[in-house]
């Protein structure tokens, strides 16, 4: 009796835990309906339209605020769990040659389609547009030699400051192996890292459920400031453009992305519709970068491919940019009634190839790094630039998307060549069965990407002497 009632006693029935419901869905439905208003805002009353662009402004520059932490925290606590330095320097590696690479091809099939189109035939430049093209040289484009300098930080804190990515992942770079050299000492050092990853995801959450409002007044400021005339007039290279970055993602990167990872770009493009969505409404693929290292990491890519790969591809992979670059200056000396031949071509894109890496996803970059490079290169067609001004916004959109697709595309390309990824936890998370949580932006265990291996019983000794 005693044996029975204990028995009872141990073993209570608890009701299940309610599911978690995912209220995100809605942020999104928000977003599209913002992106419909704004586009009629923009269109009836253009001059108000334009006054919101602080709206989608704001909106971007919180989201950038958060990029320096996010990339700092993937990129050491990557290289800190990696026992062995030479497998981070592989990784970089492969990435490295990857890039430059995919630059190649993405700038070939852009001079390919403008040598085929002419898009700038039959155009008429205005002194007004003259001005306009010079005054994007005074932007912030870099030179080469002022560009590798400018990846050294003043200080080790101005690089969170001053939200340059690329002296972020150099300080980033510099601290992870510094823990990785000092082997268990060091752990103490990471899991405060991981608990500060943890903050700032939970803040970026927070900050997503503004998206509507920044979506609504990016998207009126756009078409407001552009309008119809606008895109009547230059249709033919906004096609074009549009055209061939959906020919590079699905044609290029998905045939890349089956024959190496046996994967569908279509399965993996509706695992990140939401970040699309965001890219869409903000212009920028920035807005869209802490996302993709928090998916990637949930998809099953380890640490180390996830915080390598995808901050370095965000400023050495831009494949929609080196479209834009191709196709633009082919337009402009079209329309200039200067030509080139395929012999100037090669040499001024080959200029570009380097001068764009300082372009690193924010909207309006790509135009001023164009300018900056013509600038440098051949500088009687900086003059023209000015013809693509009031349609690089809406090219902008493309340029992101595109360069968003070829980073994650990359990512999961090179966790299979290096061996560092999941596929069996990547199989399931396509197909809905760990879902990505929203609100935290970490999986439901708690942690972002794969579990760490355990402890061998050497290390522990080595833990325990420490």
């Known amino acids: 009796m005693t044996s029975r009632r204990r028995a009872v006693t141990t073993t209570p029935t608890a009701p299940a835990a309610p599911a978690r419901r995912d209220r995100t869905h809605y942020l999104y439905i928000a977003v599209i309906v913002a992106v419909a208003l704004g586009i009629a805002v923009g269109l009836i009353w253009p001059d108000a339209g334009v006054e919101l662009k602080p709206l989608g402004t704001g909106f971007v520059n919180l989201i950038k605020m958060m990029i320096s932490p996010i990339i700092f925290c993937t990129i050491v606590l990557g290289i800190g769990s990696v026992r062995k330095a030479a497998k981070v320097g592989a990784v970089g590696g492969i990435a490295l040659g990857y890039f430059l690479v995919m630059s190649l091809v993405a700038l070939a099939i852009g001079l390919v389609v403008g040598n085929v189109l002419h898009p700038g035939d039959g155009l008429h430049l205005t002194n007004a547009l003259k001005a306009s093209g010079h005054s994007q040289v005074d932007s912030e484009a870099l030179g080469p030699v002022d560009f590798v300098l400018s990846i050294i930080p003043t200080t080790f804190v101005s690089a969170f400051t001053e939200g340059q990515v690329l002296q972020t992942l150099l300080i980033a770079?510099?601290?992870?192996?510094?823990?990785?050299?000092?082997?268990p000492v060091g752990q103490p050092?990471?899991?405060?890292?991981?608990?500060i990853q943890r903050l700032v995801f939970r803040i970026l959450g927070m900050i997503m459920w503004a998206a509507p409002i920044g979506a609504f007044g990016a998207i009126a400021a756009v078409?407001?400031?552009?309008?119809?005339?606008?895109?009547?007039?230059?249709?033919v290279l906004m096609l074009g453009f549009y055209v061939t970055c959906v020919l590079f993602v699905f044609v290029v990167l998905g045939a890349l992305l089956r024959l190496v990872a046996g994967l569908n770009i279509f399965t993996l493009f509706k695992y990140l519709a939401r970040e699309f969505l965001l890219i869409l409404s903000t212009s920028s693929s920035e807005s869209a970068l802490p996302r993709l290292i928090a998916k990637m990491e949930h998809l099953g890519v380890?640490?180390?491919?996830?915080?390598?790969?995808?901050?370095?591809?965000?400023?050495?992979?831009?494949?929609g940019t080196m479209i834009y670059?191709?196709?633009?200056?082919?337009?402009?000396?079209?329309?200039?009634?200067?030509?080139?031949?395929?012999?100037?071509?090669?040499?001024l894109l080959l200029f570009l190839l380097l001068a764009s890496k300082g372009a690193a996803g924010v909207s309006g970059a790509g135009l001023a790094t164009l300018a900056g490079g013509l600038q440098s290169h051949k500088p009687a067609l900086v003059d023209g630039v000015g013809l693509i001004v009031g349609i690089d916004r809406f090219m902008s959109e493309a340029r992101a998307l595109t360069n968003f697709a070829g980073n994650?595309?990359?990512?999961?390309?090179?966790?299979?060549?290096?061996?560092?990824?999941?596929?069996?936890?990547?199989?399931?998370?396509?197909a809905g069965e760990l879902p990505f949580d929203e609100k935290t932006l970490l999986d439901e265990g708690?942690?972002?990407g794969t579990p760490e291996p355990p402890e061998l019983p050497e290390q522990r000794e080595e833990l325990a002497k420490a």
Do not use: C
């Open 302 to 319: 380890s640490k180390a491919v996830v915080g390598i790969t995808v901050p370095t591809g965000y400023s050495f992979n831009l494949d």
């Open 408 to 430: 994650s595309v990359a990512t999961v390309l090179i966790g299979t060549w290096t061996k560092d990824i999941d596929k069996a936890r990547m199989q399931r998370v396509l």
């Open 189 to 195: 050092v990471l899991r405060g890292v991981e608990h």
């Open 446 to 448: 708690g942690e972002t």
């Open 325 to 347: 670059m191709t196709m633009a200056s082919l337009y402009i000396a079209d329309a200039l009634g200067t030509p080139m031949s395929v012999g100037e071509q090669i040499p």
């Open 173 to 183: 770079l510099l601290a992870g192996f510094a823990l990785q050299a000092m082997g």
């Open 223 to 235: 078409v407001g400031s552009a309008g119809i005339d606008a895109l009547k007039s230059l249709a």
